[in-house]
């Protein structure tokens, strides 16, 4: 009985874990062929509204089901078949120059009957050729398997992908406003669906956009799409974080579309600085790349070590270690304190690009924070988190949620340029940084040379002495004339107790 049924039983079990993985193979592929990831529910619910979920448009499939997403549907229809109509229109005159070209009628099963010309039909047929050529390399972009039928999934695309298009192209050719356009036409509608176009849940492959561009648009047949995203992103008023330099690509700058998967992942590219800055050469080079927070596996850590800081012994002030890696920073009130002087860096590169000289000197360069900033941190984030690879915002956000644990924190650097605030209050953006980091990984290797070098000058008690006597007597002409007068009165007083003393002890000739 133990042999065939055991047999049986065994053959039972095989054959259903033999399906179950037939099922979920083409799903259960490694992250590296993603690109478009779902933000784990917790993360959602750390902000509200989310900082995750579109509020007016859904592009691609996680977000299609969404009700309050459906008023948007029809004005993506209607770009989409501006393009589609503007395509055709070009391709029929080319095709017929002096006759009217004849229109197609179909007869659909259930649907009604579809009139339209020629060139329209073509246009159409040819989007969906290619669509559905690419169809298995776009699923696999989404870490997620997508719940639809070959149709639906590339009806999707062809619709998202043109919306998107247009909605490029306008402003690349400085279209901001157009009679009876109900997107347009409706400025807070157009903003919030300019930031839902920079969501992680909210993509589709840029590989998508590039050859339905070379489709509808004929002038982008034989030129990159970096140039029409580029002059978006740039009208988009990414200020925030993009360089004040008017946003110009630099020749030597790699090609975004040549590396990025969609929109956000070309965001991201264009912020870092061209690949031939980084180099890890010494810690007073114009820009790291080092060993940062790796050890680092929760945001419970990275409280600990903040509270850890104030209780350093004054043996370990004295001694730091040269071998230890350092997991924290101190706040910039604290810094100070300890000498450290805050400047202002270039707006012309890098938000990412802080220096800190052995002087004392940490250079951060200007950051301008809106109501947009902390979404659009939190996507570049995620975005980081989940495809892995280099962690440039995830390190510069952990190195400002140090730098700042107060309002005092952002006063400080707001005084010093550092921080442009148009949030409101200053607890409102140390709020805002000390809860970006919460919950991340930090896996990035660029600032810990520098966190390293800013933490042995803050052990050192003679540059908190110094600091001291600056900041005491120091900080404006009357404190240093005091100073100087008190410092001439005792030097007087000891000299004149040094000739009495020497008068009595020598006796007079």
């Not at 561009?213 to 990414?238: D, G, P, Y």
């Not at 659009?376 to 644990?405: H, K, P, W």
């Amino acid at each position: 009985m133990k042999g065939d049924g055991g047999a049986s039983i065994s053959i039972r079990i095989a054959y259903s874990m033999k399906k179950k993985l037939e099922i979920c193979a083409p799903h259960s592929r490694s992250s590296g062929g993603c690109s478009i990831h779902r933000v784990p529910e917790r993360f959602h619910k750390m902000r509200e509204p989310s900082a995750y979920k579109p509020e007016a448009v859904s592009i691609g499939p996680y977000h299609r089901a969404n009700q309050s997403l459906k008023v948007t549907e029809d004005l993506k229809l209607l770009y989409a078949h501006k393009l589609l109509t503007a395509r055709a229109g070009r391709e029929s005159s080319n095709l017929y120059p002096r006759t009217k070209e004849e229109t197609r009628t179909i007869k659909l099963d259930s649907s009604g009957t579809l009139v339209a010309t020629q060139a329209w039909f073509a246009i159409v047929d040819e989007c969906v050729s290619s669509i559905t050529e690419m169809e298995t390399k776009i699923r696999d972009c989404y870490s997620e398997p997508v719940d639809l039928d070959s149709k639906e999934f590339v009806e999707m695309m062809i619709i998202d992908g043109l919306f998107i298009i247009k909605m490029l192209i306008r402003y690349s050719m400085g279209i901001y406003k157009i009679a009876d356009d109900p997107l347009l036409d409706n400025a807070w509608l157009l903003m919030m669906v300019q930031q839902d176009m920079f969501l992680l849940e909210n993509q589709i492959p840029l590989f998508v956009l590039d050859r339905l561009a070379k489709i509808v648009l004929e002038e982008l047949r034989h030129m990159s799409l970096t140039k029409v995203i580029h002059t978006f992103i740039i009208t988009r008023n990414f200020q925030q974080i993009l360089p004040a330099k008017g946003m110009i690509l630099p020749e030597d700058h790699p090609d975004p579309c040549e590396q990025a998967k969609h929109l956000l992942d070309f965001l991201n590219i264009l912020i870092q600085p061209p690949a031939h800055i980084y180099s890890a050469s010494s810690s007073s080079s114009s820009w790291k790349i080092v060993q940062v927070l790796t050890k680092l596996k929760t945001n419970a850590v990275v409280k600990f070590t903040k509270l850890k800081r104030t209780f350093i012994t004054d043996e370990e002030r004295e001694n730091p270690s040269d071998t230890s890696i350092d997991f924290f920073l101190p706040s910039a009130t604290e810094l100070r304190l300890a000498g450290v002087r805050f400047k202002k860096g270039s707006a012309q590169g890098s938000f990412l690009d802080i220096k800190f000289s052995r002087t004392g000197i940490l250079e951060i360069p200007p950051l301008r924070i809106f109501d947009e900033t902390d979404p659009l941190l939190r996507n570049l984030i995620a975005s980081e988190q989940s495809c892995g690879g280099d962690y440039y915002i995830t390190s510069y956000v952990c190195m400002m949620d140090f730098l700042i644990n107060s309002a005092d924190d952002v006063k400080l650097l707001r005084k010093r340029g550092i921080i442009s605030n148009y949030l409101g209050c200053d607890e409102d953006v140390s709020d805002m940084f000390n809860k970006l980091c919460i919950g991340i990984i930090h896996g990035g290797n660029y600032y810990q040379n520098y966190i390293s070098d800013i933490n042995n000058f803050y052990k050192k008690r003679r540059n908190i002495w110094k600091a001291t006597l600056k900041r005491e007597y120091f900080k404006s002409p009357w404190t240093i004339i005091s100073f100087l007068a008190a410092f001439l009165l005792i030097a007087l007083t000891i000299i004149s107790t040094v000739f009495t003393i020497l008068s009595f002890l020598i006796p007079k000739s």
